[in-house]
């Protein structure tokens, strides 16, 4: 089976971006670790970062065509600040079915106002959050138990 991973807005700043608030690994330090947990589990990645909400959708539509033909282990999320504004996205989500794993590398709960509410969390089977890195190996080890 298949595990998505996908990123979005400002996610390829990441090592540069805020390092207080997400640390100093790098999207391509993310993949690798992303890379490593999925073999360990036996399943295929597909790991994508977009800085455009229709990209993050088309996305979403293909996992969803895996869903559809049994091959999808979960789609792991973190959508970053289009989780507080997308109904788009959350829609997607809805309407493919994919079981979705929502993840932030901080704790949002723990920020500004505007970061409590997500759209996603009403149909994300689970959510990580403030874990930092280590987080996207988690959301992994447990989608593989889906
Ligand atoms: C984020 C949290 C969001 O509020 C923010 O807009 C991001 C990243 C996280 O991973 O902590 O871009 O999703």
């Given at each position: 089976?298949?595990?998505f991973v996908l990123n979005g807005p400002n996610l390829n700043l990441l090592g540069?971006?805020?390092p207080a608030v997400y640390g100093a690994q790098t999207l391509a330090d993310v993949q690798s670790l992303c890379e490593q947990?999925?073999?360990q589990n036996g399943l295929?990645?597909?790991f994508h970062q977009s800085n455009h909400e229709g990209q993050l959708i088309?996305?979403?539509h293909e996992a969803g065509r895996l869903h559809g033909k049994g091959e999808l282990a979960?789609?792991?999320f973190n959508a970053g600040a289009y989780t507080h504004t997308s109904v788009a996205l959350m829609d997607?989500?809805?309407g493919t079915g994919v079981p979705m794993l929502e993840l932030h590398i901080s704790n949002?709960?723990?920020r500004e106002a505007f970061r409590h509410h997500s759209y996603l969390s009403a149909v994300a089977r689970a959510v990580v959050c403030g874990l930092g890195v280590p987080g996207y190996a988690l959301a992994i080890n447990a989608v593989a138990q889906w």
């Open positions: 089976k298949t595990v540069s971006r805020e947990t999925s073999v295929n990645l597909r088309d996305w979403i979960g789609l792991v997607a989500v809805k949002v709960h723990a």
